[in-house]
């Protein structure tokens, strides 16, 4: 059974910093892409960062570029999402996800239950 | 960034019905494009992928269908189970965009 278990989360001041891991189990983890998305209270989901399967290849969204970045330890089985210069509207439940390779796209097919991260004086 | 329009924002329907949610891109996406299902309290799952594919175990009352910029997820004879928010998500360009979710309720 593919499980991924976030850990990290919890209240940090606006301007401080803050790292996310993921542990994956249940699957070959260096096979497979992975990516961060995040969802502010009651609001909708938005993409944060995708890696590839080797860690060669990262993308961002323009708003954490710069801040976020995301990594990996394939001997760990272990996704991070080290977040710097943090700001009140980083708040939000922050989800770990696999991307598998469908017929020419990479698709998000399984998801943690999430890390709450609030970012508050 | 491609936007995702998703209408209704919201919907009420009956057990048994037939429901339809739409998303619309704001270019052409070639079916790269998903619908995630989530549960209050729940993390999303994924329902179907490449517009009309359904993912491994989900039910075969739920079905996507669409192409270019036009997208939708139709459940069949809706059960007590689907309650849920349903958001649609395109990957075939990045930044990865969601639409903005449509919340469904029983009747």
């Known amino acids: 059974e593919v499980q991924l278990v976030e850990s990290g989360g919890g209240l940090v001041q606006p301007g401080r910093s803050m790292k996310l891991s993921c542990a994956a189990s249940?699957?070959?983890?260096?096979?497979?892409?992975m990516a961060w998305v995040r969802q502010a209270p009651t609001k909708g989901l938005e993409w944060v960062a995708t890696i590839s399967y080797d860690g060669s290849s990262t993308y961002y969204r323009d708003s954490v570029k710069g801040r976020f970045t995301i990594s990996r330890d394939n001997a760990k089985s272990t996704l991070y999402l080290q977040m710097n210069s943090l700001r009140s509207e980083d708040t939000a439940t922050y989800y770990c996800?696999?991307?598998?390779?469908?017929?020419?796209?990479?698709?998000?097919?399984?998801w943690g239950q999430g890390a709450s991260v609030t970012v508050s004086s | 960034d491609i936007q995702m329009t998703q209408s209704p924002a919201s919907l009420s329907a009956s057990l048994g019905e037939t429901v339809t949610i739409e998303c619309r891109a704001s270019?052409?996406?070639?079916?790269?494009l998903a619908w995630y299902q989530q549960k209050p309290g729940k993390s999303p799952q994924l329902l179907i992928y490449?517009?009309?594919s359904l993912h491994t175990g989900v039910p075969s009352r739920f079905s996507g269908s669409g192409s270019g910029t036009q997208y939708s997820l139709k459940i069949n004879s809706l059960q007590s189970e689907d309650v849920a928010s349903y958001f649609c998500?395109?990957?075939?360009?990045?930044?990865?965009?969601f639409g903005g979710g449509t919340k469904l309720e029983l009747k």
């Open positions: 996800t696999r991307e598998r390779y469908y017929r020419g796209y990479y698709v998000m097919d399984a």
């Open positions: 270019e052409d996406i070639y079916n790269g």
């Open positions: 249940g699957f070959t983890f260096s096979n497979y892409g």
């Open positions: 490449n517009a009309n």
């Open positions: 998500q395109q990957y075939y360009d990045y930044p990865w965009t």
